[in-house]
């Protein structure tokens, strides 16, 4: 699933650019089984605008619509004199040592990536960084540093989850990105908070990071169910 959000971020910058403005909040919703087959991405602009626009992205996979994307981007502007955040910084991923508490998922995709944990994480709190070396565009079209790091933040809802898979399924069925730096790659950080209540429901929420602090949070909302 993560790679496809990048895809779909890769694919408004290729067909909507715009230098002036820049992306400020990602929304992706999860329609469906995500299979292993040729898909059809189709993009277009729902709000356009000098300074403000929306655009959306989606996917269908054998004529479903699988997801779908909107995006805000806003016009930039020098605000430095008042920039200033809350969050905590997160301890870097150089010195960490490789993690492998992402294997029990399986896939080529997450034994490509490039874990490292910070100690100290337990179910349902984690602090973790992630790259990974695979582009996520091959052959001779390149993606954006952005649209590589979005690539990887959907690995977030696996990195502190409260109980193991093999016990309990809990896919997210949306991610919502928002920014107020864009980020440096390619180390994704998460300082990930994981809450699951008494009706099914739960939520995975990160501070994520480039190796200079915050740039933003990801939320995940969760659908819970005993696995089997």
Do not use: K, Y
Request: without cysteine; glycine residues 12%.
């Amino acid at each position: 699933m993560a790679p496809v959000i990048g895809l779909l971020l890769h694919t408004l910058e290729l067909n909507h650019p715009r230098e002036d403005l820049q992306w400020a909040r990602l929304s992706v919703d999860i329609l469906g089984f995500i299979r292993r087959e040729e898909m059809t991405v189709t993009t277009r602009v729902l709000r356009p605008g000098r300074t403000i626009e929306l655009l959306e992205s989606s996917v269908e996979i054998a004529g479903r619509a699988a997801v779908r994307m909107t995006a805000w981007r806003l016009v930039g502007s020098d605000t430095t004199a008042v920039a200033e955040g809350e969050h905590a910084d997160l301890p870097g991923p150089e010195g960490l040592e490789a993690w492998s508490g992402m294997e029990h998922w399986g896939g080529g995709f997450i034994r490509s990536l490039d874990f490292r944990a910070v100690p100290g994480s337990r179910p349902g709190r984690g602090q973790t960084w992630v790259r990974t070396p695979v582009p996520l565009v091959g052959g001779d079209e390149q993606a954006s540093a952005l649209a590589s790091w979005v690539g990887l933040l959907d690995t977030a809802n696996g990195t502190a989850g409260r109980a193991a898979p093999r016990d309990w399924a809990f896919p997210n069925v949306d991610l919502t990105l928002h920014l107020h730096r864009l980020p440096e790659g390619p180390w994704v950080g998460l300082d990930t908070r994981v809450s699951w209540g008494p009706t099914g429901l739960g939520q995975t929420s990160s501070v994520v990071h480039d190796v200079s602090g915050p740039v933003g949070t990801v939320v995940q909302a969760l659908t819970l169910r005993p696995a089997g």
